[in-house]
């Protein structure tokens, strides 16, 4: 069974950056899709950026730019490098994927905190 751990959230001043990590178990990680959603209070979990099993990605419109997310298939990680973080990045992220992209088929974690403000 998968299982994902998220970690590298915190508080950061508006402009500051955070690299996000997310630790996948079990086998066949290089097959997957994975990606970086976040949840802001109130509002949907939304998708910030994918990456395919070969190494294409993608991100939402409001961070493309600021943010890049990798892969380490040897270490069965996902990174989210964040940059130039606004007020409005403020949530919780978490990772997840499946055999395509944009798609969510393990189990969630327990996500990341994610706060920047002044």
């Known amino acids: 069974q998968v299982q994902l751990v998220e970690s590298g959230g915190g508080l950061v001043q508006p402009g500051g950056s955070l690299r996000l990590s997310c630790a996948v178990s079990?086998?066949?990680?290089?097959?997957?899709?994975m990606g970086w959603y976040r949840q802001a209070p109130g509002k949907q979990r939304e998708l910030v950026a994918d990456?395919?099993?070969?190494?294409?990605?993608d991100y939402t419109d409001s961070v493309k730019g600021r943010f890049t997310i990798s892969r380490d298939n040897a270490k069965k990680t996902v990174y989210l490098q964040m940059n130039s973080l606004k007020p409005e990045d403020t949530a919780v992220y978490y990772c997840n994927g499946g055999l395509k992209t944009k798609t969510t088929v393990f189990n969630w974690g327990q996500g990341t905190q994610v706060t920047v403000s002044s």
């Open positions: 990456i395919a099993s070969g190494g294409s990605t």
């Open positions: 079990g086998p066949f990680f290089s097959m997957y899709a």
